[in-house]
């Protein structure tokens, strides 16, 4: 299938999936649908680095961050710019600021991929355990930073007020929701594109072997600054509308150990190889999740995260797409 298909193809059914919400008149399921969406890209995120070149980054939570505290500084900015700037530049601060979302988005994209950058050529030279350790501790670093910058809120949080409704679409989250489908797709896209092309391949081979890949010529370090760039960048678009919608954003909800947990899970769960796989498991994973956060608890969501985890690890350690190729590779043989 051709990429343009593919992205027709996403479009309508993503028209669908917003018309079909919108047919039940409940904004509920919205908010539920934002919060599958918003992992849908984390977890096709971290598969990029993750699954195509097998480094397990444990910092997503640090790139979500950066796109959400990126909101948060130029929502800040929006506010009263004229505390910030001086008067001689003050009306053309007045008439850039305040920023719509979607360009917010695409600021916060570029800033979490230099953090990619800068943090992928100081760690992508250490490998396994100690590249997870050295993302963790990124993350730990950028929490420490954020608690002491009273600009963003600090330790006391941050408000941000949306709109409650815009004009045509109606309701903000409705809003919301349209930008995540639309970056839900440019992620989907973007890894498929990857996994076909000539890039893939060298995600492949340092996936397998990377001393074999180097020995053969391969540009392994040129190659995972890539991956590390483009993960970034696709976390922190993800976060940049999340203090929009939550309204009020402290560090505690934004580093919550939850995304760093559900963004390994649930690629993982439904299948590293390929890009169908981490939509897969983050539709699965973040549905119950929401059904569990009504029926029972939002404290349940982590213990489904963990038993199916531990699962599949055991009993299906290449995920959904791998028990589905194997039984139906099974079935083909004579």
Known sequence: M??????????VL????????????????FFAGYTVLQFIILSTAWNILGGYCGYVNFGSAGFFAIGAYTSVFLYTIGQSPED???????????????????????????????VGLGTGYLTLRLRGVYFAIATLALAIVLQTLVVNWSFVGGSRGAYVIPPNTVPVI???????????LLMTIIALTTARLIERSRLGVGFATIRDDELAAEACGV?????????????????????????????????????DLGYAVNTIAMPLIGGTTSWAGPLIGA??????????TVTI????????????????????????????????GKRSKP
């Open 2 to 11: 051709r990429t343009p298909v593919f992205v027709l193809i996403q479009l």
């Open 283 to 292: 539709v699965l994973l973040g549905t119950m999740q929401q059904v569990a």
């Open 219 to 255: 540009p392994t370090l040129k190659l995972k600054l890539v991956a590390t760039v483009i993960s970034g960048a696709l976390m922190g678009m993800a976060g940049a509308p999340f203090p929009f919608y939550i309204g009020y954003t402290e560090p505690g909800s934004v580093f």
């Open 170 to 180: 109606g309701p903000y989250i409705q809003y919301l929701f349209i930008l995540m």
């Open 14 to 29: 993503a028209t669908l999936f917003y018309l079909g919400l919108r047919f039940f008149g409940n904004d509920y399921l």
């Open 297 to 328: 608890s939002s404290a349940v969501g982590l213990l489904i995260v963990g038993l199916l985890l531990v699962g599949f690890v055991v009993a299906a350690p290449n995920g959904i797409l791998g028990l589905w190729q194997g039984w139906f």
């Open 84 to 114: 910030i700037f001086p008067a001689s530049i003050l009306p053309v601060a007045q008439a850039i600021f305040p920023l719509p979302v979607p360009i917010i988005i695409v600021i916060a994209g570029i800033m979490a991929g230099l």
